[in-house]
T-cell receptor, first 114, second 116 residues
Framework: DAGVIQSPRHEVTEMGQEVTLRCKPI?????LFWYRQTMMRGLELLIY????????DSGMPEDRFSAKMPNASFSTLKIQPSEPRDSAVYFC????????????FGDGTRLSIL | AQKVTQAQTEISVVEKEDVTLDCVYE???????LFWYKQPPSGELVFLIR??????QNEISGRYSWNFQKSTSSFNFTITASQVVDSAVYFC?????????????FGKGITLSVRP
């Protein structure tokens, strides 16, 4: 079975540019999560969706960040405008619908904002 | 509020040694779930195990074993006869059962280096 697929794997862009990260969850999973990992703050949950609906976006750092899930097989995380402090590894994860099923993670997108 | 503490930040052992990674958690919920994830140098996060708060049985999977003790709020992970391939960052995580699926709270991770 295909796992969670994220693209791109690496992104290097200049400050001020719009960045779009993409995620395809595991087929049949009803929950999708976006995380950010940095040395200073570790793994932080940014937002999660259930059946394509955002449930908790309290971890989204600022209005510059937005996430959408237009259908069950695709989600995006956008940063506009990007800043150097947004540099991090961004992970997408998905899980099944029963309570507290394990989250399965994609390989991550390593984002560098110059 | 939920909290996961992994007091050990870095551990270095020689191959074939046993090593235990500690995890202490805090929650006010009576029903909760505990997880361990492995992050090898390649960067992906790999799910290892999930336990619920009502199941205190220890679990063994090959060289891996987990010791869950509610009395001390700990969920420790032991690797027996460690191998170089075990070198990774290991995360302990906690979620409550409120709602259909709750957020994972991660510890800071433990970097394990296994030297040949």
């Amino acid at each position: 079975d295909a796992g969670v697929i994220q693209s791109p794997r690496h992104e290097v862009t200049e400050m001020g540019q719009e960045v779009t990260l993409r995620c395809k969850p595991i087929s049949g999973h009803d929950y999708l999560f976006w995380y950010r990992q940095t040395m200073m703050r570790g793994l932080e949950l940014l937002i999660y969706f259930n059946n394509n609906v955002p449930i908790d976006d309290s971890g989204m750092p600022e209005d510059r960040f937005s996430a959408k899930m237009p259908n069950a097989s695709f989600s995006t995380l956008k940063i506009q405008p990007s800043e150097p402090r947004d540099s991090a590894v961004y992970f997408c994860a998905s899980s099944g619908q029963t309570s507290n099923q394990p989250q399965h993670f994609g390989d991550g997108t390593r984002l560098s904002i110059l | 509020a939920q909290k996961v503490t992994q007091a050990q930040t870095e551990i270095s052992v020689v191959e074939k040694e046993d090593v235990t990674l500690d995890c202490v958690y805090e929650t006010r919920d009576t029903t909760y779930y505990l997880f361990w994830y492995k992050q090898p140098p390649s960067g992906e996060l790999v799910f290892l195990i999930r336990r619920n708060s009502f199941d205190e049985q220890n679990e063994i999977s090959g060289r891996y074993s987990w010791n869950f003790q509610k009395s001390t709020s700990s969920f420790n992970f032991t690797i027996t006869a460690s191998q170089v391939v075990d070198s990774a960052v290991y995360f302990c995580a906690l979620s409550s059962s409120t709602g259909a699926n709750s957020k994972l709270t991660f510890g800071k991770g433990i970097t394990l280096s296994v030297r040949p």
